[in-house]
């Protein structure tokens, strides 16, 4: 999962296993999460998102799953490929002193091997 | 589909020079943003502007100025660059910032201060 520091943690899975990826969020007030993927030189991409009213959304090989209880965002990729290896990064949202600003967490780089 | 373009993709400046860079986007999107992104960190927000003719500090503005000059387009001024601006920028839109879309990102200017 994501965590502070400069190194960023790393999942590393097989072509074709399922891959999750984990984020703590930190405001209980959030109502809105995204999930985005860098790949190296590229700027963040949009995967999927889910509101705070749903536990869970699927999208094309992904899902996304909300416990809001503990605060915890995860995402899942099914059959991972190796296009898949990138940064993945999960962001809130929530009505900040500056304005209605998106909270990204520091990414989990996703390593998928032949 | 261009989406958002980010000029230029790579500048090399020296401590105490002036830059703009900057920000264009073709979606129609009321509200755009600027961002930076440092090596292991997820991305943090300089400044935003929500709808044309407005612009809010976001969580790092400090040594950095913008201008919306019109729907399309947002630029990001460093008056007088210093070390500490080395970084990725990114600028991202969205329809509107109060709502619940995801923002959409370019690819962005990799700065480096001497």
């Known amino acids: 999962g994501e965590s502070v520091g400069l190194h960023l943690p790393t999942l590393s899975v097989q072509e074709g296993d399922n891959s999750i990826i984990n984020c703590a969020y930190s405001?209980?007030?959030?109502?809105?999460f995204i999930w985005y993927k860098q790949e190296s030189g590229k700027g963040p991409q949009f995967i999927i998102d889910?509101?705070?009213?749903?536990d869970k959304r699927q999208g094309q090989r992904v899902t996304v799953l909300l416990n809001k209880t503990v605060k915890h965002l995860s995402l899942q990729i099914a059959a991972t490929q190796p296009g898949d290896s990138a940064v993945y990064f999960c962001?809130?949202?929530?009505?900040?002193?500056?304005?209605?600003?998106?909270?990204f967490g520091k990414g989990t780089s996703l390593l998928v091997t032949p | 589909n261009a989406g958002v373009t980010q000029t230029p993709k790579f500048q090399v400046l020296k401590t105490g020079q002036s830059m703009t860079l900057q920000c264009a986007q073709d979606?129609?999107?009321?509200?755009m943003y600027w961002y930076r992104q440092d090596p292991g960190m997820g991305l943090r927000l300089i400044y935003y502007?929500?709808?044309?003719?407005?612009?809010d500090k976001g969580e790092v503005p400090n040594g950095y100025n913008v201008s919306r000059l019109n729907k399309r387009e947002f630029s990001l001024r460093l008056e007088s660059a210093a070390p500490s601006q080395t970084s990725v920028y990114f600028c991202?839109?969205?329809?509107?910032?109060?709502?619940?879309?995801?923002?959409?990102f370019g690819d962005g200017t990799r700065l480096s201060i001497l």
């Open positions: 991202a839109s969205s329809p509107f910032s109060q709502r619940n879309q995801p923002q959409h």
């Open positions: 405001n209980s007030a959030s109502d809105y």
């Open positions: 889910i509101r705070s009213n749903m």
């Open positions: 962001a809130e949202k929530w009505n900040s002193n500056s304005g209605y600003a998106l909270n």
């Open positions: 979606m129609n999107h009321n509200s």
């Open positions: 502007s929500a709808s044309e003719g407005t612009t």
